[in-house]
């Protein structure tokens, strides 16, 4: 039985088996999936679990749903991080005004560098050069560039551009990785992604910052109304997904006695399963981490061809797939944040850039609706520091964009989405995308209203707003 225990929270209380309730950060605009909160009970069921809640986005996906953040003693559960591990976000800034930039041109440059869609390769590494990056994350690229500065794109890898953007990375773009925790299959996988970007729900944004809420916190960040902004969101490529499909199975064979449903399978944090999952969650952390910063740097590869040599700084690169070993209320939990981003206030961030002023919070909307940057807050506690990662589906990929013979176009079954609707929605937007196919499975109709989810975190003290984007440019898989 879900209650509404105020204007930004349901509650569903513990009964039966549930070892704790589960909290829901919505209002009465948000509609919840009946699935979506059968999931979320279930995940009450786990051994150990100490916390149990869904952001404004929540949307059913497998084991827990997407936006489901779980706060564990002494377990690990792979089905709550995802396949995508560190999938996540990041905002650079540039010099640039709206009237500078000739939009077209540069988002036709980005999609000439940097391929877009499932499956695609770009930047090929030998086995030492991705075991490198798969232990240390993004300070690999630098040794990989000093053996091959000449070659494109390494050239264009730059140590100190490199060193100013960690402190602007969680983890500071490096996990304790280990290559021997990743199967073949897996570096076979990624061995030649880097610098892809990768399909469904992923992009790159070219964005004009449309609104300036505070403006202390925006001028710490680099922002200021008007400027042209780019956000990229990709993660693990099929590294990631392999070692998913890798070590679900080994959890739900492991746990297969105390979990409510098979997908719901954990490790003991502790033991040698469990410690090599996290090792290979590390890894695809790293290779993520690396990924975006490879695509970054061919970001500014573009921009600095048409504008000169700009300053292009990095305001913040999070994560949302992820789960970290954390402190709260007193005890040690791992914290898995799937389709949920870490935002930690000032105090948490001691020891980085942000420390006076608090983390940098990257919340995207649907594809041609506005993203936002926002910092977090002290009053946070309750969700363990996190809040959304985006919009959140309001309805399947399926039901949007119907089903299409792939072989010759051919409509079996309608969509919800008409094409005359998906044109009015992105027709303020220069749109590139690889699949014209299914590229409506992400049409902005598909997505809760971003502007709602935001009033919901902010009214409920999740985080304070900095900045609203509004995308002029979307390249899509």
């Known amino acids: 039985m879900v209650r509404r225990i105020d204007k930004y929270r349901l509650l569903i209380p513990r009964e039966g088996d549930m070892r704790v309730d589960a909290l829901i950060y919505a209002d009465t605009r948000i509609k919840v999936e009946e699935e979506a909160l059968e999931q979320l009970k279930n995940a009450t069921k786990i051994p150990n679990a100490v916390k149990v809640l869904a952001t404004p986005d929540i949307h059913s996906g497998y ?63 030998d086995r030492d050069e991705l075991a490198l990056v798969l232990k240390k994350g993004v300070p690999a690229l630098k040794e990989i560039a000093h053996k091959r500065k000449d070659q494109y794109p390494w050239m264009y890898v730059k140590d100190d551009e490199i060193d100013e953007d960690l402190p602007h990375i969680e983890e500071q773009g490096s996990m304790d ?36 809420f505070d403006y202390r916190a925006a001028e710490f960040f ?79 590869k573009n921009l600095r061809h048409y504008y000169g040599d700009i300053p292009i700084k990095l305001v913040y690169d999070v994560p949302h797939n992820m789960a970290k070993l954390e402190r709260h209320n007193g005890q040690m939990l791992w914290v898995h944040r799937k389709g949920a981003t870490r935002a930690y206030p000032a105090e948490r961030m001691q020891g980085t850039p942000f420390s006076r002023i608090g983390q940098p919070v990257l919340i995207p909307g649907s594809m041609g609706t506005a993203s936002y940057v926002l910092i977090g807050l002290p009053t946070a ?61 992400e049409a902005p109709d598909a997505y809760k209203d971003i502007d709602v989810v935001i009033e919901i975190v902010v009214g409920a003290g999740l985080a304070k707003t900095v900045a609203k984007m509004r995308p002029l440019a979307v390249l899509k898989g």
């Open 381 to 441: 506690a309750e969700s363990l520091f996190s809040v959304n990662h985006g919009a959140g589906r309001v309805m399947s990929r399926t039901a949007a964009a119907g089903k299409i013979r792939r072989r010759d176009g051919k409509v079996i079954k309608e969509g919800a989405i008409s094409d005359e609707r998906f044109k009015e929605s992105m027709s303020h937007v220069y749109l590139i995308c690889e699949d014209k196919h299914a590229i409506k499975e």
């Open 222 to 300: 680099g922002l200021f109304q008007n400027q042209i902004v780019v956000m990229i969101h990709s993660g693990s490529r099929g590294l990631g997904h392999q070692i998913g499909n890798d070590y679900m199975p080994q959890a739900a064979n492991y746990a297969r006695d105390k979990i409510p449903v098979k997908s719901l399978g954990f490790f003991d944090a502790n033991s040698a399963q469990g410690k090599q999952y996290i090792k290979a969650m590390h890894s695809a952390a790293n290779f993520a981490f690396a990924n975006r910063q490879m695509m970054a740097q061919l970001v500014r």
């Open 63 to 125: 084991g827990v749903p997407i936006g489901a953040v779980i706060g564990a003693r002494d377990i690990i559960i792979p089905a709550a991080v995802g396949y995508d591990v560190n999938c996540g976000m990041r905002v650079l800034t540039t010099p640039l005004k709206r009237s500078d930039v000739d939009v077209k041109q540069l988002a036709d440059s980005f999609r000439r560098d940097i391929p877009l869609g499932e499956g695609k390769t770009n930047i090929r590494l």
């Open 177 to 212: 990785g280990d290559p021997a925790a990743v199967s073949n299959r897996a570096i076979s996988r990624g061995k030649d992604q880097l610098g892809t970007l990768g399909g469904g729900n992923h992009f790159i944004e070219i964005q004009v910052v449309e609104r300036v």
